[in-house]
């Protein structure tokens, strides 16, 4: 099975048996994003973020919309699932907002993230804010320990997502990314020969295996 969704309203899910649709959510709005939790084992929910300002949880096993959650002001341009704890979900929109959310509250959201980490009036325009523009995509560490973030604004940003407190900020060079994935280090530690110390290589994941012919011969 595999889900994708389009600006045609939909979301799809498909069985790779029949490599047909198993089933079809529609929506009122044009689909930005979706995402299915890596580690769920309790609930088969998967997050929609649409041109409205609602996310909505569309439920595998009912085949229906069970939940909505609210918060944001416009469009929600990324959804992503933190690795760590099957219900914690985070969202970001053209609102300049990030939000994270424990999909089983009533409440829903537990925290907003601040670039200024609460240092400035809340009186403040940007106060409350992740980014000076919209939040275009997100991301969570392999761990789920950080989300990072990047926006029309030319920055990323690192957060502790734990407490909400921005860690880093760099510069992203593009106004249009909306895509981030964490890599392998580029070096791993390898054991030494007496097993006392270490050295490192490249991963292999950034090796080049391709060989010409003449190297071959």
């Known amino acids: 099975m595999f889900t994708s969704s389009s600006f045609d309203k939909t979301l799809k899910v498909w069985d790779t048996n029949t490599l047909q649709a198993a089933d079809v959510f529609n929506f009122e709005e044009t689909v930005y994003s979706h995402h299915m939790s890596p580690v769920a084992t309790k609930h088969c929910l998967v997050a929609v973020g649409t041109r409205g300002p609602k996310v909505q949880l569309c439920d595998l096993k009912s085949g229906s919309c069970s939940h909505i959650l609210q918060g944001?002001?416009?469009?929600i341009l990324a959804v992503s699932w933190s690795p760590r704890s099957e219900y914690v979900l985070a969202t970001a929109s053209a609102d300049s907002r990030v939000k994270l959310w424990d999909v089983r509250r009533a409440s829903g959201c537990l925290i907003t993230l601040d670039q200024h980490n609460g240092t400035k009036s809340q009186a403040v325009e940007s106060a409350n804010t992740a980014h000076n523009g919209k939040v275009n995509g997100l991301c969570f560490t392999s761990d789920g320990l950080h989300l990072l973030t990047i926006g029309t604004d030319n920055r990323m940003r690192l957060w502790n997502s734990s407490s909400g407190e921005n860690t880093l900020e760099l510069y992203s060079g593009s106004r249009d990314c909306n895509i981030l994935a964490w890599?392998?280090?580029?070096?791993?530690?390898?054991?030494?020969?007496?097993?006392?110390?270490?050295?490192?290589?490249?991963?292999?994941?950034?090796?080049?295996?391709?060989?010409?012919?003449?190297?071959?011969?």
């Open 183 to 217: 890599v392998p280090a580029l070096y791993e530690p390898v054991p030494d020969d007496d097993e006392t110390t270490t050295k490192s290589q490249l991963n292999a994941a950034f090796q080049d295996a391709w060989s010409s012919s003449d190297e071959e011969g």
């Open 72 to 75: 944001h002001r416009q469009e």
